[in-house]
Structure formats: C-alpha cells, structure tokens
C-alpha cells in the first residue's frame, strides 16, 4: 500500500503561484487549518483530480475544468498538480492546458497501475459526503455495498441463470412437446380409456383387447405380441379380408387425424405471420435489439449520481444528462417491448414446425403405406406432393425467420394444402364406405376393430414417448437452472451478509470508541428483504432503524465517519493514506478528541491528512498528534497571489522558538509557564482555592508555584530541595511574567534561560520514557513514592 | 478485522459452480454449459440457450440410436 511524499500544485484552483505540501520520508500525517474561504479544500481538489479525473462536487455543480485553473492563469501558465508516492519514481503530474486540454505524465506504467487502482479506493471524505451514504434508500445502499466489493458480477451471473431458465420454459419445442403429449393422452382416454405411458404397458393393454378372442397366446412380450397379431388376423374365413378391413380402418383414421392437422396448422400459420410479419417489415426496430447490451450498460454509467456530464460518455457529444437518461430509458423500454414480440413470434414459429414435422410424418406414412391400394392412387400422389411442398415450406419460414424477412408461403401452398385436406376428408369417408363393403362376418369387424385399435394405439404411445423424451430433457435442464438460481440467490446473500458483518464489525467498534456509554450502540448493516441494506442499532436496547429515527444529526455524522474508516481500512488495497476535509461540523469537543483518539489507535500506520477551518478542533488536533509525529500547516489566502501555506507550530516552546527575536514572547512564555503548572499540579493534586467557572482556569503561576511548594513540602520535602524551585522563586523573570502590567519585556538570552527553568521543572514530573506526569493517585505499591503510567519514573511521597 | 472473510465475485461464483457440480441430482450438462461459458467469459443468456439446445439435440440423438440398437 501507498501513502504521499510531496504534492505540488500550480495555477490550480486556489494556488496561483506555486504550492508544495511535503510529508516527507516517513510520508507524514499533516493537519491543515484555513478560514473559510482560505483555499484549503484546493488540497482535497488536488488529490481527487489526480486520481479520480474529476472534482465531483465542482462537476456535480456543472464546473468542471474551467473551474480547475486558477482564475490569473496565463495563457502560459501551466495548471498542474504533481503528486509523489511513496516508494522510488513514483509520481506524475497532470496538467490542464488554457484551452483545457488534460494531459498527464506518469513516470512509469507502476505509477500508472496505482493510480488507476486509487480509482476505485475510498480516500476523501468531505463533510458533505458524510450522510450521503446514510440517505441512501435501501436498495441504494445495498448496490453501493455490493460495488464496492465488485459484486456487480454475482448480480450478473444470477440475472443470466434467472432469464435463460425463464426462456427456457417458453421454448416452442418444449411448450409444444407438453401440448402434443396433453392430447395424446386425452386421445388414448378416448380410445382405451386411460393413459398408455410406454410401450411396456402398452403390451398389457394390448392383451386386455384380444383377451376376449380366447387367443392360444398371451401377450407379455414384443414377440408374443407379433405372434398374437398373426393369431388374431387367423381368425374368421378370410385373413385377407380382415387384413383389408384393418388397413382401410387405419387408413379412415390417419385421414381423419391430417385433416385436423392441417386445421389446426392453418390456424397456427396464420396467428404466426400474422405477427411475426409486422416485425419483420419493421427490421430496423427490431435490429436495434443488438444495441440493448450497449444501452443498458450506458444506462448503468449514466444512471449513477456519480456522473453528472452533459454529455454522451460514448461520444462525448455535448448532450443535457437529463434528457439523456429519459432517452436511454425510453429506448430501452422500446426495445423491452420488441424483444418480447420478437420472443412470442419464436414460440409461434417453434409450435408451428413442431405440427409441420407432425403432419409430414403421417403424411409420409400414407404415401408408404397405401401405395399399393389402387384405388387411393390420387391420395398416395397427393400426399408425395405434399410432403415437398411442407419440406420447401419449412425451409423458407426457417430461413425467413433467421434473416428477420417477412414470410410468404411458396406460390399456391395454401390452395395445394386445402386441397390436399379435401382429399384427406373425402379418403376417410371412402375408405369406410370400402371397408363395409368386405361383408365382413361379426367375429372378423371384431378383428378389424381390434387390430385397428392395436395399431393406433401403438402410434400414439410411441409418439407420446418421444414427445416425453423432449419434455423430460427440457425439465431436466428448467429443473437444474432452477435450482441453481434458488441455491444462488442464498449464496449471493450470504456472500453479502459476510461483507457486511466484516464492516458492521468495525462501524459498531468504531462507533463505540466515539461514543462510549451512550443509549446507541451495537451498530452494524444488515440486509434488509432481498434487496435491500439497512444500518440497524440498538437504541435503549431495542433493534431499531433507519438511522435517521433516533439518531441526532452529530451521532448520524459519527455513523457516516466511521463507516468510511471502516470501508477504507477493510476495502483499501493500494491506498494507506486518507483525506478529511471539515468532517467534523457538528461534532462537540469530546467527541473530537475521541475521533481523534479513534485514528491514533486504529490507524496509526497510516497516513491522515485532515482540513479543517475551525481553530479550537485545529489546536486539539496539534495537541493530541503532535507528540506523533504530525505535521500541522496554516493556509491562507493572500488576495491576488493566491492561497499561501504556513508551518504552524504544535507547542508554544515552538511558537516561542520561531518568534524569538522577531517579536514578543512574553505573553507566549507566561502562558507556556502557567501551561506547564497547571498540568502538574493537576497531577499532584495540588491544593488551591476555590474558584467559579473560567476563573478558575486563570491562575497566575505565582500561586500555583507557591501551592505546589506547599503540596511537596508535605508529601515530598527532599524533592522541594532541588535547585529549579529556588532558582523560580528567586526569579526576577518569574516575578516579571505574572505581572500583566509590567511594560518590560523578556528578551534575548532570558528567554533561554526561563525556557531552561521550565524544562527543568517539567524534567522532575514527568517520565522521560511514556511522557506522562508522575500523579498522586499512582501509588508504588510496598513503596512511599508515586509513578508515571508506565511506572519507570518515581518520585518519594508520603501517604 | 481483515478482508479475509470476504471473497471476491469470481471467487463467490466459482466456489458455488464447484459446489454444483459434485450435485447428482443436478442435470452436470447444464452445470458443466455454465461453468466453461464463464471461464471463457461467454456467460450470457443466448449463449447459454444456444448451449443447453446443443446438449438436449446430444440427448435426443442418443436416445433414439438406442431404440433403433
């Protein structure tokens, strides 16, 4: 991970001339104090449009690069802003020319990767972005978890499992399997009363039908049943005539069955141009459908509050975004409705072969079968005809179909086919007109009968198992999807629910630490229905949300802080380092020590670089980090030179130090004097009198030295020996600090020589190794002293 | 708290297929179409219909050679 050595801006908002900001080495942390209106957040600014290309909330506000260069820029002056990594040759510069032209130069394809990496990382917080998370809807939150971790693939992956299996099952091939097997059924009800589901019980219903012509064999196999066949047609005077009978039966029935074919295939025929034909005479709408993968994923780009260009971000044509997103969104609800009548026409054109493929079979099966019957020669020679004009049918609706052309039947087929009905219908009516021409006896139409049911019903169980065969292997594959997609849906939440007890797991300890001992507490997101995230927290001991029900404005602030904390530290792989810019408004002073004390003890080794434009927040910030190695800058702006950057002492031995000899100290070393007793006498529990209110903080050191010498001569008299105490109480200069009226100011060699006085006095109370004052309520156990924290450093003190 | 818990997309996806696959009571044609479409970064809804039409015509072809066997 990375953290910034040195930025450097130029001509860029604020800073017209020049500005370097160094943390340098050890890659600092840095505070930065401004007014407002000083040009602090030009630093935040910097940074982002570094990174992210990209101010977002100048171009929220429709500023965009115009708003990037300083308002004197020359034609020739350069905007710039050259960042530095940490690590060797790491760093590039961006620049935006007079005419806003970008350019930007990395030193190498590192830099370039870890920047492109920063993209997608969280570093800036500004105060307005802190609740924005928080306002979210539900759905919203949940999305903006979900990208966060790259889920945008999981919800891609369900949707693909959900649309195939939902496809799947309004294919023609399988809807048109489950209706063909539906009406085989109802026909073999209607001609042995009950469903016959294989050819295994088929051969039990067959010995059920010629049980009663007492045949010598029984029918348990193929082989019997071919030989009860050929008892059965034995039977009567004339096996020939039987055989007749039967074949003109079957011929009767097959006619029948076409022509309630090629009815119903008229019908589909005609539903199926009907409106696959006006699609295909709109070719061009429906050839749209192959920018709907495009549009959708532009509709996800432009569709995120992120973006906010006018402008189309393909072309980048200058485009209003709002009338875009209405366009897009109305393109994509066109296309919606045309996919679904594009989907409808192939599930007609699906049935639609499916009964052609029916019909050419029974076709087929006349022209065989019966061309030996003379007297059916013209329905043999219809039917061969038939079958070429159903082959060059289907060829072209197939062809059609796939080159999205408007359909026509080949010249004269609906008259043919008619016409072929009429042959079908007129056949079936001669063929048992023929048959009771036989003179069969009554034991041989029994024959008949049964042989003709034997042979219809063996057709349509073996059409009734292939159709089965299609519907099996289709539920088969619908069944599996399905059960994927369920399983999905329950790993994806899960998958979820980890990332968000990983993050909950930190906002509810983070929360904790700033506000310990409060009625709000174990904080933590949750998944909210399927689609939905929600901060969730006990309030008084009752689960309660959203956020906004209880919470005040500066615990929702606290919520929205800590949940970006929590996702930088777990989220972040390349960035250690982060912006906070004014991020505590409305945060009281307790609660900013604890922030504080939050990053000190949660991400000391990272590097914090906080703005901010109030005083009182600036000097706890100097107070508490100092002693860590912080870096502290004012900013201010100096009218027409742009935003200037100071070094801002931590400690008023600093202010001291860089003021000497320029201007007077006096006030600063009487402060640093009192500063320094107050601090231990706090410690030892010095006595003093009782004071109101502020008052109270005003104590001269002349009575807090004497009071502490009072204190010790108690508790610790040999300590009281050493030389600092008496060389204060002699102290001419001590003696000039507490006076407010004394004109004379300390200058030259006494202000070293007062600052070694009180480094003396500060030497004898406080621990050289944790840094902390010995205190009266640390006793040494089995020992008359008190200690530090740490208990390296003691001094006597009787009890 | 480390991000140890928490799998990527890809990993969350490609855990779950393995988990799958080793389901006999799933159809693995089906399982196997979608775990070699995403390797190949092919995983859309026409591809996979494309592919499980391909399997079902495998299926059928098989079925009916071993009723003329």
Same mark, same amino acid.
């Given at each position: ?51 992210? +290309? ?54 190498? +394809? ?32 949940? &999305? ?24 799947? &099952? ?138 906010? +260009? ?39 054109? $699906? ?165 310990? &001992? ?145 201007? $007077? ?132 003190? &009787?009890? | ?16 297929? $393995? ?51």
């Amino acid at each position: 991970m990375t953290k910034l050595r040195h930025l450097q801006l130029s001509a860029f908002r604020g800073a017209r001339f020049p500005l370097p900001l160094d943390f340098g080495s050890k890659t600092k942390s840095l505070a930065v104090f401004g007014e407002n209106a000083s040009g602090k957040s030009t630093i935040t600014d910097a940074i982002e449009w570094f990174i992210q +290309d990209r101010v977002d909330h100048l171009w929220r506000e429709d500023c965009k690069q115009e708003a990037l260069r300083h308002i004197l820029a020359g034609v020739d002056d350069s905007c710039t802003v050259e960042l530095r990594f940490d690590g060797q040759d790491n760093h590039g510069a961006k620049s935006l020319s007079a005419d806003l032209k970008t350019s930007t130069n990395f030193a190498n +394809d590192n830099t370039r990767a870890l920047v492109d990496a920063l993209k997608e990382e969280r570093i800036i917080l500004r105060h307005a972005d802190i609740v924005k998370f928080l306002d979210e809807r539900k759905g919203n939150k949940r &999305k903006a978890i979900a990208d966060i971790i790259g889920y945008e693939e999981i919800t891609q992956f369900r949707d693909v499992l959900q649309q195939s299996n939902n496809a799947l &099952k309004k294919e023609g091939a399988y809807t048109g399997a489950k209706s063909f097997s539906e009406t085989l059924q109802s026909d073999m009800v209607g001609l042995v009363g009950q469903v016959v589901p294989d050819r295994q019980s088929f051969l039990g219903i067959a010995q059920d039908i010629v049980a009663p012509f007492d045949l010598k064999t029984a029918i348990t196999d193929e082989a019997s049943f071919n030989k009860a066949l050929e008892e059965l047609r034995g039977l009567g005077n004339s096996a020939e005539k039987i055989k007749a009978a039967e074949q003109l039966a079957q011929l009767a029935a097959t006619c029948e069955t076409l022509k309630a074919d090629i009815d119903r295939f008229l019908a589909e025929a005609a539903t199926f141009t009907d409106s696959y034909n006006v699609l295909a005479r709109e070719r061009e709408s429906v050839d749209k459908l192959r920018l709907s993968d495009f549009l959708t994923k532009g509709q996800a780009v432009i569709d995120v509050d992120t973006y906010t +260009d006018d402008a189309c971000p393909f072309c980048l044509s200058p485009f209003d975004l709002a009338k875009l997103q209405r366009d897009v969104a109305a393109r994509l609800a066109e296309m919606a409705e045309i996919q679904g009548k594009l989907d409808a026409a192939k599930g007609l054109k $699906d049935t639609l072969l499916q009964t052609i493929s029916g019909i050419g079979t029974r076709i087929k099966s006349i022209a065989e079968t019966y061309k030996d019957l003379s007297d059916y020669k013209t329905l043999v020679e219809s039917a061969t005809a038939a079958i070429i004009l159903l082959r060059t049918y289907y060829k072209g609706l197939v062809d059609a179909f796939d080159a999205l052309t408007v359909f026509e039947p080949p010249e004269g087929f609906n008259d043919a086919l008619s016409a072929f009905r009429s042959q079908c219908e007129g056949s079936a009516v001669k063929a048992k007109e023929d048959a009771g021409k036989l003179g069969l006896t009554e034991l041989e139409k029994k024959v008949a009968n049964a042989l003709s049911t034997l042979e219809t019903l063996g057709r349509q169980v073996r059409d009734f198992e292939r159709a089965q065969r299609i519907i099996d292997v289709y539920e088969a594959q619908i069944l599996t999807l399905s059960a994927i997609f369920e399983r999905f849906v329950t790993v994806q939440n899960a998958a979820l629910q980890a990332v968000l007890d990983t993050i909950s797991a930190d906002v509810g300890r983070f929360y904790q630490k700033l506000h310990p &001992k409060e009625s709000v507490d174990d904080v933590r997101l949750t998944m909210v229905g399927e689609e939905g995230v929600e901060f969730e927290y006990s309030f008084h001991g009752t689960p309660t949300q959203p956020p906004r029900k209880y919470l005040s404005e500066s615990h929702l602030n606290s919520l929205g802080v800590v949940l970006f904390l929590a996702n930088a530290r777990i989220f972040n792989k390349k960035a250690k380092f982060l912006v906070l810019d004014d991020i505590v408004t409305s945060f009281d002073t307790s609660h900013r020590r604890r922030l504080l004390r939050l990053l000190r003890d949660e991400f000391s080794d990272w590097q914090i670089i906080i703005l901010t434009h109030e005083n009182i927040w600036f000097d706890i910030i100097k107070k508490e980090m100092a002693q860590h190695g912080w870096l502290f800058h004012e900013v201010r702006s100096d009218d027409a030179n742009g935003i200037l950057l100071e070094n801002s002492p931590a400690t008023l031995k600093e202010i001291i130090e860089q003021k000497k000899g320029k201007e $007077d100290v006096t006030n600063d070393l009487r402060k640093l004097l009192e500063l320094v007793l107050k601090n231990i006498c706090h410690a030892l529990e010095v006595k003093v009198a009782f004071r109101f209110n502020d008052i109270n903080e005003k104590r001269m050191a002349d009575e807090m030295i004497s009071q502490l010498r009072s204190t010790l001569k108690d508790k610790s008299p040999d300590l009281l020996k050493t030389q600092i105490f008496s060389d204060l109480a002699g102290s001419a200069l001590i003696a000039n600090l507490v006076s407010h009226d004394n004109p004379d100011k300390i200058v030259g060699a006494d202000i070293d020589v007062l600052l070694e006085d009180i480094e003396k006095l500060v030497a004898l109370f406080i621990c050289k190794d944790c840094g902390r004052h010995m205190r009266a309520d640390i006793s040494v156990p089995g020992a008359k002293a008190i200690s530090c924290k740490c208990g390296k450093s003691q001094i006597p003190w &009787k009890t | 708290m480390t991000t140890k818990n928490i799998l990527s997309a890809a990993e969350v996806i490609s855990a779950f297929l $393995d988990e799958q696959s080793q389901d006999k009571d799933l159809e693995q044609a089906s399982v196997s179409a979608i775990t070699k479409l995403r390797s190949k970064g092919k995983l859309t809804r026409t591809n996979l219909l494309r592919q499980l039409e391909e399997d079902r015509k495998a299926v059928l072809k098989g079925d009916a050679q071993q009723d003329k066997g």
